[in-house]
């Protein structure tokens, strides 16, 4: 089990406490990776059903400043040597996958061949509207994009005519990533987990820290077929929490999870938090499953 830990690229801490501090120090820390969320604006008010809380409302202020995903994963990518840095998870079809496939590359190279994208189809469909792109049609432009990333990072993209973009030939896209970079593909929905098994290199899920389901999660990675993807689990609300977090490291690797993304609390001993899960991570190579 691999234990990463949530960059916060929203609220008063990226610049009160500052994304390179704390980039830096989660790697003193010994956390593996480094992970970002993602929204480009909020409505004042959200009406859309957040899918990830059992009564559909999101909870947090929406006039909180959301620092962009790629920018703070640049910052953080500066002062880290070995941590992965990923998105957990960036909303697809709201980007030009040309320019993304750019952005991404660029960063993968400078960084030393460390990024992992995850990716979802989006669920606020007031931010689409804002950025003046269709909110049903969010699915099949996340499948072309996977595809035309992959694509323009091997530097020589095939043309490309698909029913929501069209890539000219003779096109070329550098610089290169360091490595292949893997894109996990995010959400629980049965066209998720498809497109996961389907486009992804593995499968980024999101559960509350008060509300673990393992037979879900179970379920969610059989679904992803190849026992050797990556099954990556975001705990929300997990922040002071690490002890509840660390009892239930032996279910979540029992159900498939590979790798979890925690949240820290700031206010406290952040060495003694990483501590306590990295060492219930270490014990299950111990033991018998």
């Not at 995903?69 to 030009?96: C, D, F, H, K, Y």
């Not at 973009?165 to 498809?194: F, H, K």
Request: with cysteine; charged share 20%; aromatic share 6%.
């Amino acid at each position: 089990m691999r234990v990463g830990a949530k960059l916060p690229n929203s609220g008063p801490a990226p610049t009160e406490i500052g994304i390179p501090h704390m980039a830096a120090e989660l790697e003193r820390c010994g956390f593996g990776s480094l992970w970002v969320s993602d929204h480009i604006v909020m409505p004042a008010t959200v009406t859309s059903r957040y899918p990830y809380a059992r009564d559909g409302a999101a909870t947090w202020a929406t006039d909180d400043p959301w620092y962009d995903a790629i920018v703070a994963l640049s910052m953080a990518a500066a002062v880290t040597e070995m941590v992965e840095l990923g998105t957990a998870v960036l909303v697809l079809p709201q980007r030009n996958p040309v320019l993304l496939a750019k952005q991404i590359a660029s960063l993968d190279r400078l960084a030393g061949g460390r990024v992992i994208l995850g990716v979802g189809a989006g669920w606020l469909a007031e931010e689409f509207a804002a950025l003046a792109t269709p909110f049903e049609s969010r699915g099949g432009r996340t499948d072309e994009w996977i595809e035309l990333l992959r694509s323009c990072w091997t530097g020589r993209p095939a043309a490309f005519r698909g029913i929501h973009y069209d890539l000219p030939a003779n096109i070329v896209c550098e610089p290169t990533p360091a490595r292949s970079v893997p894109i996990l593909v995010g959400g629980t929905s049965t066209a998720a987990l498809r497109r996961a098994n389907e486009r992804g290199d593995g499968w980024l899920g999101i559960q509350s820290a008060d509300a673990l389901d393992v037979a879900a999660l179970a379920a969610a990675v059989t679904r992803l077929g190849d026992p050797r993807r990556r099954a990556v689990l975001r705990i929300v609300g997990s922040a002071g929490h690490g002890a509840l977090v660390a009892d239930n490291m032996a279910g979540l690797a029992s159900a498939g999870i590979t790798d979890v993304i925690v949240d820290v609390d700031w206010t406290a001993d952040v060495h003694a938090q990483a501590a306590l899960l990295l060492d219930s991570a270490s014990a299950l190579g111990d033991r018998p499953m």
